[in-house]
């Protein structure tokens, strides 16, 4: 964590009211910090601190008001552009001129992004995320399957009993942790189902590695710790690839395994494909499922609602990515040339940024769209993106989502926070909004049969 972040006095002041830009303002250097005309030109907003972190929305409301793009700075110094507003960001989202692939970054970017280092970075981040057509259809294709809606659904009921394993494990009354007890290890078990990693394998996975998704810059502090991760991580994913080599099945490790064999993947895209699926496969759902408690506790009508109509879940489940989406800010992406991008020139190689969560709550878009609404229609949200990065795991996420609130509410009756919802610390990540500690309380765990019984009466 860098010393702003520490700095409680460092959230950010939003310059378009007349206040001061705050401690992460500054003339900047190199092609990103001195660029910009329109709406992106001025000191850049800085993108930090735990204030900005625990609600940045009406930063992001002054913003889009303000403007479709803005210089902002991250915490690692950086200077990016960020997209607000909803057509903006599904433009920018569908703009075939921007690419993901890292080497598009001008020396700028690559000076201060709080990437991988090498030779990590060419070894594990050359997957979907930061790939271009042809490559990224390509290997996008090899993992369609897998997360299919029909197959999704066929997995439903052994997700449900995952689900329900880790709430039996609960204290039986009075409260407990919900990212400990639950959220931190239900994705992860239902993603090795999806993809076929072994038990054996399974218990090994150290939850740590997933923090290698909370990137930091080359100048902070914490990076030794950061990269000490990243060797774990990478180590464990040898191990993968050699179990699926001596016990081939039919499911989608070994079916990548066998695609590198073939000469379809490089051992560099075999390995960052199965980063991207252990580490963003489950990190992202872990922190969906604290900010949708978050919210609903802090509309206990809501929950309570929501508890006794169990038909609303799916409607229910999209409104609540919509209101406070976990994946906060899109990855980065690059002009090959000097572009405008809504009326804004944006230097070749400077970072763009999508902000989803501005996006999602833009009311031009969204009537009340501050108002927590659990049956909006329609409701074209952009939790999961848009375009050809649409995250592939959407169906699966879903499937989740439903099952994770649904079995919380219904199985933890007189669910409510357990101390002041004020003083949750969130997650210091660039891109992602959550929780490490949940706390709550609630009158009496039941089990799934009575949970059913109740909701009927």
């Given at each position: 964590m860098t010393q702003s972040e520490q700095d409680p006095t460092a959230s950010p002041r939003c310059p378009f009211t007349g206040a001061a830009a705050g401690a992460g303002a500054g003339t900047g250097a190199g092609a990103g910090a001195g660029a910009g005309t329109g709406a992106g030109a001025g000191e850049p907003v800085p993108l930090l601190g735990p204030a900005y972190k625990s609600d940045p929305y009406d930063l992001y409301r002054a913003m889009r008001e303000s403007g479709p793009v803005h210089r902002v700075r991250f915490p690692s110094g950086i200077v990016a552009w960020l997209v607000t507003g909803y057509e903006a960001a599904h433009h920018t989202l569908n703009d075939p001129r921007l690419g993901k692939n890292h080497s598009l970054g001008n020396d700028y970017w690559r000076s201060?992004?709080?990437?991988?280092?090498?030779?990590?970075?060419?070894?594990?981040?050359?997957?979907?995320?930061?790939?271009?057509?042809?490559?990224?259809?390509?290997?996008?294709?090899?993992?369609?399957?897998?997360?299919?809606?029909?197959?999704?659904?066929?997995?439903?009921?052994?997700?449900?009993?995952?689900?329900?394993?880790?709430?039996?494990?609960?204290?039986?009354?009075?409260?407990?942790?919900?990212?400990?007890?639950?959220?931190?290890?239900?994705?992860?078990?239902?993603?090795?189902?999806?993809?076929?990693?072994?038990?054996?394998?399974?218990?090994?996975?150290?939850?740590?590695?997933?923090?290698?998704?909370?990137?930091?810059?080359?100048?902070?502090?914490?990076?030794?710790?950061?990269?000490?991760?990243?060797?774990?991580?990478?180590?464990?994913?040898?191990?993968?690839?050699?179990?699926?080599?001596?016990?081939?099945?039919?499911?989608?490790?070994?079916?990548?395994?066998?695609?590198?064999?073939?000469?379809?993947?490089?051992?560099?895209?075999?390995?960052?494909?199965?980063?991207?699926?252990?580490?963003?496969?489950?990190?992202?759902?872990t922190n969906q499922i604290t900010t949708m408690l978050i919210t609903l506790l802090r509309h206990p009508d809501q929950?309570?609602?929501?508890?006794?109509?169990?038909?609303?879940?799916?409607?229910?489940?999209?409104?609540l990515l919509r209101y406070d989406s976990a994946f906060e800010l899109t990855t980065w992406r690059f002009f090959a040339e000097d572009s405008e991008l809504h009326g804004t020139r944006v230097p070749a190689g400077d970072s763009v940024i999508v902000s989803l969560c501005a996006a999602n709550r833009d009311p031009e878009q969204f009537p009340d769209a501050d108002t927590l609404d659990l049956e909006r229609t329609p409701n074209s949200h952009l939790a999961f993106g848009h375009g050809i990065h649409f995250c592939p795991g959407a169906a699966l996420a879903r499937a989740e989502l439903q099952i994770a609130i649904g079995t919380l509410l219904t199985r933890l009756p007189g669910l409510r926070p357990a101390g002041e919802l004020s003083e949750l610390v969130w997650i210091p990540a660039v891109l992602a909004r959550g929780v490490n500690q949940l706390p709550v309380a609630y009158d009496k765990r039941i089990r799934p049969s009575r949970a059913a019984e109740s909701l009927s009466r």
């Open positions: 201060l992004a709080s990437i991988m280092p090498e030779p990590q970075h060419s070894q594990l981040q050359v997957h979907l995320l930061h790939q271009d057509p042809p490559k990224h259809t390509d290997m996008r294709r090899l993992i369609l399957d897998a997360f299919a809606p029909r197959r999704i659904e066929e997995l439903r009921a052994r997700f449900q009993q995952l689900a329900d394993a880790l709430v039996d494990a609960l204290p039986d009354e009075g409260g407990a942790d919900l990212v400990q007890g639950f959220a931190a290890h239900y994705p992860f078990k239902v993603l090795a189902e999806v993809i076929g990693l072994p038990p054996e394998l399974a218990v090994r996975f150290d939850r740590d590695w997933g923090k290698v998704v909370q990137p930091v810059g080359p100048q902070d502090p914490g990076r030794p710790l950061y990269e000490g991760r990243l060797r774990g991580l990478q180590s464990y994913i040898a191990d993968v690839v050699a179990h699926k080599r001596e016990h081939w099945s039919d499911d989608l490790l070994s079916r990548l395994v066998i695609a590198q064999e073939r000469g379809e993947l490089s051992k560099e895209e075999l390995d960052s494909m199965i980063f991207q699926l252990l580490v963003a496969g489950q990190e992202p759902v929950l309570a609602r929501l508890r006794h109509e169990p038909a609303l879940l799916p409607r229910a489940i999209e409104e």
